[in-house]
């Protein structure tokens, strides 16, 4: 129990003169915020509250601070490596109820959100606009949890990662104090730049409560293509010299034999069974014509088979929807499962010896892990198949895991492209990072003196 | 002096015993290093010193830290705002020896250079291989430079600045630690993103020694092209409209009247004496064709006359030659004056109001200022031409200048887009961030307890 006993009613009464009933001890409300979409332990917070606004957050994190109480934001519990369990107890800030998309500058191409947006919901409202937000993960994430996690998804190949795509943010510090990070220009060399030190950040210097989004003109053309391979090297090869040749393609996603067999059954579809690339290409007519024979011609000349073209909207739907469900196609594997998700992300050059490599330790394990990623970053996970309550199969997971980061790393990469490091991974940040990790801390320690805001996440202190 | 009198002697015997005669403190050598290209009062350093390697750079921030020394690193000195003027005095560190490619990565379309090796040497290093870089400040900077500053240029609209093209640096820090920012994998959500919060901090935070940058292939067609319109507002909405429809241009960039002029006669050219575009696609031959297409449809509906291309290398070259050369131009206009070169960014929908609100104000004033920019990002800069002797021509730029960036503020803007704050725009900190220059105070002040990088710039601790 974070809560200190002594003053935890007095904690409560405070609470409860801000927010009235929007405070919970209810147990059942507290064990759904004590848990994401990993296989990390749950632990329940001592109090969740839901504010309305930045102000009524300022509020909360100032009684936090003044408890030294652990303060962790909650959006959509979608993380995947614990990075929103309340480990250390305390109060989770549910933001369910800023969900306002509160400006759309469709003339700036931007627009302004309150944290707990999701982005489907953003993309539902600007799309009459003839606009767009590309950053993709699995989930309906929220976009301030996106935004935390520094996520991306299967557009980042050509726009980017949450990284390129805030513009500014509004986050309330560890003592209440709430800044915006930046303006709404396109560029700018004026200072530090803090939206880039909170975009990834995990909650743990201070809670995004606004996000200023990038946006999109809705492309003229779009197709999305499938194309299954003969073999492993010939589909990652065709996404490497795609990357080379600079070809602006939209999504090269590739899947695994086995992340097919599980999609299929998931998803009621009958692609082949064989290692396979899901494409999209955006431009205009012409350009997307051009680049689709770009690509075939690559695939072709490494042992592709024909482009399986869906242009209708309806279409593309449902082949990204499939992609998109992989994590649930992959839970369906085995009755009772759960998934271990991890991710890497290395330099295009060492993506063939990674995913192989992997390949030859999954061969050699018992545990299924269908391999699924954003090839064309370099990105990709996988998806250990496990039962939580069979210690063996943990530990079988955690041992192909740390073979698969620590070679990641070996490779110039990194330990994860885009889950975070949350809880799973902090075991390699220093592996990755070297004494970095020791200016990472001084940050945290200048910002979050009291190490209130989502502690024991990245790093301890 | 900010040397200690009383170390001096100590100081320098340390320096030389690391550097040998790579030391001097000789007073034309510094005066050298005393200034950069901005209208900022130089200073003369204590010391200069010539590294050529990361350690060495180590050694002497040791030194520095030690006896609590001013220590700030110099490139080209082609800052614009009084960057790297060493104002407190101390000791200048000089990378001219740090000027090697390092690594050239090109199946993972990266490298990894020096901090000295520049904008140009690179650019010739790596074009056999078919690759570019495409940030391109107005000078031929160093790389280590444009990162501390985060620069950008004329193809910033369509390859973005240095924030987006640096994936990793080699930092030393404060107390003489060496760090390696990231890693090369093109994403990562592996902990803070240290390498954006070292791409723009001037040197306040540590010194850049080495630099991992993004390249790309040359693309297969290149098309530049000038457009001279009727009216400014012509030219403004012609940028405007290219923007929001999404055209993937290359360059766009305004010159006004005033500064054809200037350009015409510096450079040799003939060009009409009106409000300019000067343009450039970039893509495969059919897709340059098409963006040409569009955006020349725009220009005519706003007044623009025909497009006068360039395709031929040798042309496009001349072309942005003497597009870099608008300062030497503007210089040039009044025999023994200097310019004061300042910049600001608005969101593209207040560029028209922005740029014409700024015209009056030049209507009613007695200096000249050419306009220039990169208007596709919502940047422009004016060059107010000045003899630095005459108090009432420094004080009215000053005037025309508080009013142009309180005006970009105003329309959520930012004080500098690309210059960086050094001296000149430091009073605007607080108007344009508020609260958050705490936040970075509160950084700097963790990362360099003993104020010796770069001490004074950006902010005051």
Known sequence: MALPEKYSQTILDKLSSLLNDRVSTNPSVRDTHGKDESWHHPHRPDVVVFPKTTEEVSEIVKICSEF??????????????????????????????????????????????????????????????????????????????????????????????????????????????????????????????????????????????EVTLKLYGIPEAMAAAVCSFDSLEGAIDTVIQTIQLGVPIARIELLDDVQMGAVNAFSKLDYPVKDTLFLEFHGSEAGVQEQAETVQAIAAENSGGEFKWATKPEDRNKLWAARHDVTYATKALRPGAEVWATDVCVPISRLAECILETKKDLADSFLIAPLVGHAGDGNFHLGFVIKREEEHELKEAERLNDRLVMRAIAMDGTCTGEHGIGLGKMKFLTAEHGEAVSVMRSIKKALDPKNIMNPGKIFTI
Chains 1, 2 share one sequence.
Not at 185 to 202: I, Q
């Open 68 to 209: 030294e109480i652990p303060v962790i934001a909650y959006g959509t519990g979608t993380s995947l490596e614990g990075n929103v369990i309340p480990h250390n107890g305390g109060i989770v800030v549910d933001l369910m109820h800023m969900d306002q998309v509160l400006r759309v500058n469709a003339e700036d191409l931007d627009c302004t959100v309150q944290a707990r947006v999701t982005r489907k919901q953003l993309n539902e409202f600007i799309r009459d606009q003839g606009l767009f937000f590309p950053i993709d993960p699995g989930a309906d994430a929220s976009l301030g949890g996106m935004a935390a996690t520094r996520a991306s998804g299967t557009n980042a190949v050509r726009y980017g990662t949450m990284r390129e795509n805030v513009l500014a943010l509004t986050v309330v510090l560890a003592d209440g104090r709430i800044i915006r990070t930046s303006r709404r220009a396109r560029k700018s060399a004026a200072g530090y730049d803090l939206t880039r030190l909170f975009v990834g950040s995990e909650g743990t210097l201070g809670i995004i409560t």
